[in-house]
């Protein structure tokens, strides 16, 4: 019998109207099609004795984000948080920053920097 080759990625998609700091941002390939990414890590604000859970969300690179995508909201958020568009796209800026999401429904992402 053959053994699936694969690790199961560990990370739950943050929850919308909850609060989050982000405690790091990797760039990623997959390894089968070689797609660049984000992976956005985050720590809940007040999270219960009993959530053993890790946060985090794929970013899909691209040359043109739509503002209601993963990587539009985040980029929208900062820009608006900064006022510099090179700082938005930085994400070592984005580091130990809180987040609230607002909607993350497929095709209609926001967040909002609150510090």
């Known amino acids: ?5 694969a690790t199961l990625a560990i990370g739950q998609e943050p929850t919308e109207g909850q609060i989050y700091r982000i405690t790091s941002v990797e760039e990623v ?3 089968v099609q070689g797609y660049a990414a ?3 890590s985050l720590e809940p604000e007040k ?3 009993d959530d053993t859970n890790v946060y985090a969300s794929m970013l899909w690179s691209r040359e043109a984000a739509g503002i209601k995508s993963k990587l539009g909201a985040f980029l ?3 820009l608006d948080f900064t006022g510099d568009e090179d700082a938005a796209a930085d ?3 984005w580091l130990n920053h809180t987040i609230r999401i ?4 497929p095709k209609d992402r ?3 920097v609150l510090t």
């Open 110 to 112: 926001q967040i909002q």
């Open 38 to 40: 984000y992976r956005v």
């Open 102 to 105: 607002i909607k993350w429904q």
């Open 91 to 93: 994400t070592d800026n």
């Open 76 to 78: 929208a958020a900062f």
């Open 1 to 5: 019998m053959p053994k699936i080759k």
């Open 29 to 31: 390939k997959t390894t």
């Open 47 to 49: 999270r219960k004795t």
